[in-house]
């Protein structure tokens, strides 16, 4: 469903039906998307057909080689 694709990326989310023991605090993707956003840009959801999810990390490109001074 649409919404709780829009959820996962809240804090603590547990998507319905997952036990309590699988893991994790529920923090990882809530924290990528906010380091995405804060060098504007994004976390990207997409489920894979067959099962599972794929995320994608969407940054800017840099408008200087690395290193430049």
Do not use: C, K, M, W
């Not at 469903?1 to 809240?10: K, N, P």
């Not at 547990?14 to 699988?22: E, I």
């Not at 924290?31 to 997409?46: C, N, P, S």
């Not at 999810?53 to 200087?64: K, N, Q």
């Amino acid at each position: 469903e649409e919404s709780e694709a829009g959820r996962i990326f809240e804090p603590f989310y547990r998507a319905p039906g997952v036990t309590p023991d699988a893991g994790g605090a529920g923090l990882g993707l809530a924290i990528a998307r906010r380091l995405a956003t804060e060098q504007e840009g994004d976390v990207l959801y997409e489920a894979r057909r067959g099962g599972g999810s794929v995320f994608t990390l969407v940054l800017p490109a840099a408008d200087h080689p690395p290193n430049a001074h």
